[in-house]
């Protein structure tokens, strides 16, 4: 079965400081890897995915992720962080050609100091 | 709709009671998800359907709750005898079939959730 660890449920950093959220996945077979942002009092946004192809995907906002295979990683970076970035960060896993369910992480909450 | 829709957006029940949530997924979408969000906590599985396929309830957290996805279109969550604990965000997403895509559930689409309450 497949599952998602992100590393720390909360990361601070300061305005233009650079923004590093961990998530580690395991999976018997290749994954599907995606970053969801949530601001406050909204929903669930795609920030980026990874399906197959180049390993560096870039997404919206700046941010870009890894997909490691051999660390079975998939950090989120962005080089400079915004106050605007402050919101919950999940990572989530779904399988490739195996009904694709999709399994999210604990979630990482950043915040961003002046 | 362009979106997956949920209703109500918010819904405030007495302990005890039966709770019905609705989910409309993005049309033509065969995969779709439940998920609970409780406060500070991350996106708890509920249960998946896939298409014609019997449905993943491996995450309901106990025999009171259940889901039913008619005609592989519109969603229902239902909740008996509703407990505190039950208080939550309940979140829906869809995504697309191989057929349309070539390439099976690559993104979820996130309704805006309801938000239950249990006094």
């Known amino acids: 079965a497949q599952s998602v660890t992100q590393l720390g449920s909360h990361v601070s950093v300061s305005e233009g400081a650079l923004v590093l959220l961990r998530c580690n996945y395991s999976?018997?077979?290749?994954?599907?890897l995606f970053w969801y942002v949530q601001y406050p009092n909204q929903g669930l946004q795609l920030l980026l995915k990874?399906?197959?192809?180049?390993?560096l995907v870039k997404g919206i906002n700046g941010f870009e992720a890894e997909f490691k295979k051999s660390e079975t990683s998939f950090h989120l970076t962005k080089p400079s962080a915004h106050m605007s970035d402050a919101a919950e960060y999940f990572c989530?896993?779904?399988?490739?050609?195996?009904?694709?369910?999709?399994?999210f992480g604990q979630g990482t909450e950043l915040s961003v100091k002046p | 709709g362009a979106g997956v829709s949920q209703s109500p957006s918010n819904k405030v029940t007495e302990k005890g009671k039966d709770v019905e949530l609705r989910c409309d997924p993005i049309?033509?979408?065969?995969?779709l998800y439940w998920y609970r969000q409780s406060l500070g906590q991350g996106l708890e599985f509920l249960i998946y359907f896939q298409g014609n396929s019997a449905p993943d309830k491996s995450g309901l957290p106990s025999d009171r709750f259940s889901a039913e996805r008619t005609g592989g279109s519109v969603s229902t969550l239902t909740i008996q005898r509703t407990q505190q604990e039950d208080s939550a965000v309940y979140l829906c997403?869809?995504?697309?079939?191989?057929?349309?895509?070539?390439?099976?559930?690559?993104?979820?689409?996130f309704g805006q959730g309801t938000r239950l309450t249990v006094v």
């Open positions: 049309s033509g979408h065969t995969a």
């Open positions: 997403a869809s995504s697309s079939s191989k057929k349309m895509t070539g390439v099976q559930n690559t993104e979820a689409f």
């Open positions: 990874y399906t197959t192809g180049a390993t």
């Open positions: 999976s018997s077979v290749p994954p599907y």
């Open positions: 989530a896993v779904s399988l490739v050609g195996r009904g694709g369910k999709l399994i």
